[in-house]
């Protein structure tokens, strides 16, 4: 089935951006929004070549990135075709830069430290600062498992066992990715970048064995914490801990966008945030101080 045309627009000159990042930008919209459907065929190379009035490479170049995302798919002899998105392990960092091309972003995390959304966030919002992206409102919330509270994971790996200065060294890398999302994102809204900007933190006293992001409730990553023995430094002393691996976590999308009678995915972004909000709103409590 070819995907209808109308989601093309003209390239705007006074834009900053590349005629090829705009035209990613455009087509990516419209499989975000609905408007070309998995198993939509795109208009070929030439054809869209020729409705924007640029070269074909320029063409090419628009589209790499969208195979990037697990977006596109070629099939050789037939074109190429908007994916499924169901079920699939993405990154995160090129969802979360398109959220920030909306007027409105919203962010919802639940898990260990906020690492990997403080270094994905770090490019996105320098991306704000220097006027490439221009969002009027922006709101981020974070729930953490609690470092002032025993836990099961992180502990020591010789007696499984919940150790105060084992949370205390997970506790300073947490601070340090909740001090740089809070100041970035509040540093906006002070130099008057953005209408509005929050940053909430709240923790909970459940052990971190799961990641989960929650964006512009239309889309949803998941991933579980792959629980890894390794040696750290406590008190300059080398101690083997049992450590959740944020880093080492296979996201899976989920969007309201997937079709199909099987897909799961407008319903499993439901409950994600039904889960999210029944936890903010009942077991978490503000980050300690």
């Known amino acids: 089935m070819n995907a209808p045309a109308d989601f093309l627009a003209r390239l705007d000159p ?19 929004l609905g408007k070309l459907q998995a198993g939509e065929r795109l208009p070929s190379q030439p054809d869209l070549a020729e409705r924007y009035g640029v070269a074909r490479e320029t063409v090419k170049a628009a589209l790499r990135p969208l195979y990037a995302e697990r977006l596109l798919i070629s099939r050789q002899g037939s074109g190429v075709f908007v994916r499924a998105q169901t079920e699939l392990p993405v990154g995160l960092r090129p969802h979360i830069a398109a959220a920030f091309e909306r007027p409105h972003v919203a962010i919802d995390f639940a898990g260990f430290s906020g ?3 403080a270094n994905t966030l770090a490019e996105v919002l320098d991306k704000v600062r220097a006027g490439r992206l221009t969002p009027e409102s922006i709101a981020v919330r974070m729930m ?14 010789d007696t499984a066992a919940d150790d105060p200065a084992v949370r205390k060294r997970a506790d300073r890398i947490t601070r340090r990715a909740i001090d740089s999302i809070v100041d970035g994102v509040q540093e906006l809204a002070e130099l008057g970048l953005v209408s509005s900007a929050t940053a909430e933190v709240r923790a909970h006293s459940a052990s971190p064995l799961f990641k989960l992001y929650l964006i512009n409730d239309e889309e949803a990553f998941f991933g579980f914490y792959p629980v890894l023995e390794h040696v750290v430094t406590i008190d300059k002393q080398p101690v083997s801990i049992f450590d959740p691996m944020g880093k ?30 029944s936890l903010w709103s009942t077991i978490s409590r503000e980050y300690p101080a």
Do not use: M
């Open 14 to 32: 006074d834009d900053p951006r590349t005629p090829s990042a705009q035209i990613t930008n455009q087509i990516r919209a419209a499989i975000k």
């Open 115 to 117: 690492e990997t959304l």
């Open 144 to 157: 953490l498992s609690d470092p002032s509270v025993p836990l099961a994971l992180p502990c020591r790996a």
């Open 248 to 277: 080492d976590a296979t996201l899976f999308h989920f969007s309201t966008g997937d079709d199909g009678d099987t897909s799961n995915g407008p319903l499993y972004v439901a409950q994600a945030r039904t889960w999210f909000d």
